[in-house]
């Protein structure tokens, strides 16, 4: 690795052990797929989300529990209703993820857009780091590749358990970054920021109790919230910038980036966090249906306080 520790994929024999051509042949399909024309792609993964959500009943309940938690203002119907359009999002998803991965930039640009490009731009003229949220919406993977061929910036990664997955994931994504940063080197980040890179940061997960305060987040007053943003921001000096990737109904890829976040408060970690946790809702809320709800966002809880996820729901 170099000195920032980047992360390039690497091929070897190993990854044509019998134990991965399951995966081989998943990625195949995959690729198969996304050579289809997108209202075949977009059929099939309604499809296949709306199989899904009768097949994981889990995930099914950890979705309709965030809903309920998120807008319980909202009435039942109209949150089944968007727990409905969430999983047909994530079908859906599965080949966006595809269409990042393998489409070329010519065939992306025929379906996709930006609005608000001149926010980064200007910053970066200016030779400002800049920390670009791109919150779990579903659409994140195909939205980071479209932003990324106008604005090729550093991503913040997850190894993948499975290495041949991690191969792919690392190359697709690398078509819209320089290079890829484990996710816990905090110093390679801030390294980047400095040198005026464009940093992409997730900060709305709950990443466990380790370097985490509680904020209100949506109607739940005690979400566990990363205090990694502050980090970045006060040693990193960078513009925070947040941005949507949102799928409209008329089938086109819209990248929405917001104007830079003034007056981070960067000297107190819940102020940081209540302050970001606003940003995350305001961006969340450009497409609801669009957001990553499977995912148990309130499982840590403070000490002594009741889990708000019954102990038939699966973990993370």
């Known amino acids: 690795m170099s000195q920032n520790q980047e992360i390039r994929p690497i091929f070897t024999k190993r990854l044509l052990h019998p134990r991965y051509w399951l995966t081989w042949l998943g990625i195949s399909i995959l690729y198969l797929i996304v050579l289809l024309p997108y209202p075949i792609i977009y059929q099939l993964g309604k499809a296949l989300g709306l199989l899904s959500m009768k ?9 309709r529990q965030n809903l309920k938690l998120c807008f319980p203002e909202k009435p039942q119907q109209e949150r089944d209703q968007m727990l409905r359009e969430n999983f047909i999002s994530t079908g859906i998803a599965i080949f966006e993820t595809g269409m990042a991965w393998f489409w070329s930039d010519k065939r ?4 996709t857009s930006i609005v608000g490009d001149d926010y980064i731009t200007k910053v970066q003229q200016s030779g400002q780091g800049v920390l670009l949220i791109g919150i779990h919406f ?10 990324g061929i106008s604005h090729p910036g550093v991503g913040v990664y997850r190894p993948n358990d499975n290495p041949v997955m991690d191969y792919v994931q690392l190359k697709g994504r690398l078509k819209s970054n320089k290079y890829m940063l484990e996710r816990h080197n905090t110093k390679g980040m801030i390294r980047a920021l400095k040198n005026g890179e464009l940093l992409w940061y997730a900060p709305d997960h709950d990443y466990g109790p380790k370097n985490s305060v509680f904020a209100p987040l949506f109607s739940v007053e005690k979400a566990a919230t990363t205090v990694g943003t502050r980090i970045l921001v006060k040693l990193g000096l960078p513009a925070i910038i947040p941005f949507t990737p949102k799928r409209e109904k008329n089938g086109r890829y819209i990248v929405y980036i917001s104007p830079r976040v003034e007056e981070f408060p960067v000297e107190d970690d819940v102020l940081a966090a209540t302050f970001m946790n606003k940003i995350i809702e305001q961006e969340i809320l450009k497409a609801p249906e669009q957001y990553m709800w499977l995912h148990r966002r309130f499982k840590t809880r403070p000490k002594g306080d009741a889990p708000l996820y019954s102990d038939n729901v699966q973990s993370d």
Not at 55 to 63: C, H, Q, V, Y
Not at 142 to 147: D, T
Request: glycine share 8%; hydrophobic share 45%; charged share 30%.
């Open 138 to 147: 579903l659409t994140l993977e195909l939205g980071a590749r479209i932003l």
């Open 108 to 111: 992306l640009s025929r379906h």
């Open 55 to 63: 097949l994981i009943g889990k995930r099914k309940e950890t979705a």
